[in-house]
């Protein structure tokens, strides 16, 4: 099961961080990513990570002010918002996948309950 949480108001040019903590034996072994949905649009890849943390993908919207990362003693993947913009207001689920597959454009199969996060601006 995944857990996303930290989402909350905040105004543009602030910061937050999601976790995404998880239970199971199998998170350290599996690519984590994260999604977000704006109302009236389709869910959107937002980044992931490998099981090791050595790769990671951005959607290009987020480059340079979102980082993802992964604490797999503690089972639980982060994502660093940085700079924030209002379009960036969505709900953001985090979600996995078995290791191997490309960490985006793929059929993500664990999913979590989502975090609201909404801009000011």
């Known amino acids: 099961q995944l857990q996303a949480s930290g989402g909350g108001l905040v105004q543009a040019g602030g910061s937050l961080r999601l976790s995404c903590a998880t239970s199971g034996r199998t998170f350290s072994s599996i690519t984590m990513g994260w999604f977000r949905q704006a109302p009236g649009k389709e869910r959107e890849f937002v980044a992931a990570?490998?099981?090791?943390?050595?790769?990671?993908n951005y959607a290009d919207s987020v480059k340079g002010r979102f980082s993802i990362s992964r604490d797999n003693a503690v089972n639980t993947v982060y994502l660093q918002m940085g700079s924030l913009k209002p379009e960036d207001t969505a709900v953001y689920y985090c979600?996995?996948?078995?290791?191997?597959?490309?960490?985006?454009?793929?059929?993500?199969?664990?999913w979590g309950q989502g975090t609201q996060v909404t801009v000011s601006s």
């Open positions: 979600a996995g996948v078995p290791p191997g597959l490309p960490l985006r454009n793929t059929s993500y199969i664990y």
């Open positions: 990570i490998s099981w090791t943390g050595s790769s990671t």
